[in-house]
């Protein structure tokens, strides 16, 4: 998902890139420790913009009555 993320903002004109925190030789305790895979970064000056074509994304990706957290 977080690669799809970035292409989609990418596509927008938006420069974004993926952090993973993943620990392959530690990787059950990285989980515990942080339980998301990574985040996608972009500057802060297309944090708004970016925030709203992810979330735009996000709601077409659900079903009726369901929400993404």
């Known amino acids: 998902m ?4 970035r292409d989609l903002l990418e596509q927008n004109g938006i420069p ?8 392959p030789a ?6 515990m420790m942080r339980p998301v895979w990574g985040e996608v970064l972009v500057e ?3 944090l708004d913009r970016a925030a709203e074509l992810i979330e735009g ?9 369901e929400t993404v957290e």
């Open 2 to 5: 977080a690669n799809t993320l």
């Open 16 to 23: 974004a890139m993926v952090r993973s925190f993943q620990i």
């Open 26 to 31: 530690y990787d059950g305790l990285a989980r």
């Open 44 to 46: 802060e000056a297309d």
């Open 57 to 65: 994304f996000l709601a077409t990706e659900t079903g009726p009555g």
